[in-house]
C-alpha cells in the first residue's frame, strides 16, 4: 500500500517554464489537497479538491492551477514559474469521516524556481 | 478567520527533560478539530493526534500529552522524559468541523525541538 505518492520529489526550473506535480493516492480517499511550506510560514492550503471533477481555492492559489480528472490523482500546476513559488509542496488526503480524523500527506516535492 | 499561533519558534532541551509546546489558536466556529504534527528532519509529516472542540479531556499517549483548555484557546502538547528522536519541528493545526470528514488544515508556524543527549 503506497499511500499518498508524489512526482518529482525535485525539480529545478527557470523563471517562466511550466511544470506539474502530481499526486496519486491509492486509498480511495475523496478529499484531496495541496500545501506548500515555507521557511517560518508553516504549511498554507494552495487549492482543494472534495471529490472527482472538483476544485477549490485554499490560501494561497495564485500562479497554479489543479485538476483532478481520476479520484486517485490530484495534479497542481505552475504555468509560469516564479522565484516565489520556490518552496516544498506537499499533498494530502483523508476520507470522509475517517475514523481518526488524520490527513495522510505525500513525502513532499521540493521545487527551486531560479 | 482561523489562525493558529505557536510562539516558540525553536526550544533546545537535554535529553530526560520534560517540554511542553505551547499553541492558541482563535476561530469562531463552535465545532472545530485541533492537531499536532510531527516533521522529523526527514522531512515526512506524521500525524499526532486530532481533538474535537467538545472533547476536553486530556489525553495521554506514552511519553506524550496534550492538554486541551477552550477557556484559553490553547492546545498544548507535553513531551515527557526527552528523547533524541524527538527532535522535530512540531506543527500544530486547525480545521472547521464539518461533518463530512473534509477538512481544510490551518497550520502554525511550528516549534524547533531539539533534543541533546
Known amino acids: 500500500n503506497a499511500g499518498v505518492t508524489q512526482t518529482p520529489k525535485f525539480r529545478v526550473l527557470k523563471t517562466g517554464q511550466s511544470m506539474t506535480l502530481l499526486c496519486a493516492q491509492d486509498m480511495n480517499h475523496e478529499y484531496m489537497y495541496w500545501y506548500r511550506q515555507d521557511p517560518g510560514m508553516g504549511l498554507r492550503l494552495i487549492h482543494y479538491s472534495v471529490g472527482e471533477g472538483t476544485t477549490a481555492k485554499g490560501e494561497v492559489p495564485d500562479g497554479y492551477n489543479v485538476s483532478r480528472l481520476k479520484k486517485q490523482n490530484f495534479l497542481l500546476g505552475l504555468e509560469s514559474a516564479a522565484p516565489s513559488q520556490t518552496s516544498v509542496y506537499f499533498c494530502?488526503?483523508?476520507?470522509?469521516?475517517?475514523?481518526?480524523?488524520?490527513?495522510?500527506f505525500g513525502e513532499g516535492s521540493r521545487l527551486t524556481v531560479l | 478567520a482561523q489562525k493558529v499561533t505557536q510562539a516558540q519558534t525553536e526550544i533546545s532541551v537535554v535529553e530526560k527533560e520534560d517540554v511542553t509546546l505551547d499553541c492558541v489558536y482563535e476561530t469562531r466556529d463552535t465545532t472545530y478539530y485541533l492537531f499536532w504534527y510531527k516533521q522529523p528532519p526527514s522531512g515526512e509529516l506524521v500525524f499526532l493526534i486530532r481533538r474535537n472542540s467538545f472533547d476536553e479531556q486530556n489525553e495521554i499517549s506514552g511519553r506524550y500529552s496534550w492538554n486541551f483548555q477552550k477557556s484559553t484557546s490553547s492546545f498544548n502538547f507535553t513531551i515527557t522524559a526527552s528523547q533524541v528522536v524527538d527532535s522535530a519541528v512540531y506543527f500544530c493545526?486547525?480545521?472547521?468541523?464539518?461533518?463530512?470528514?473534509?477538512?481544510?488544515?490551518?497550520f502554525g508556524t511550528g516549534t524547533r525541538l531539539l533534543v541533546s543527549p
Open positions: 493545526a486547525l480545521s472547521e468541523a464539518g461533518g463530512t470528514g473534509f477538512q481544510k488544515l490551518v
Open positions: 494530502a488526503s483523508n476520507p470522509p469521516l475517517g475514523l481518526t480524523g488524520e490527513l495522510f
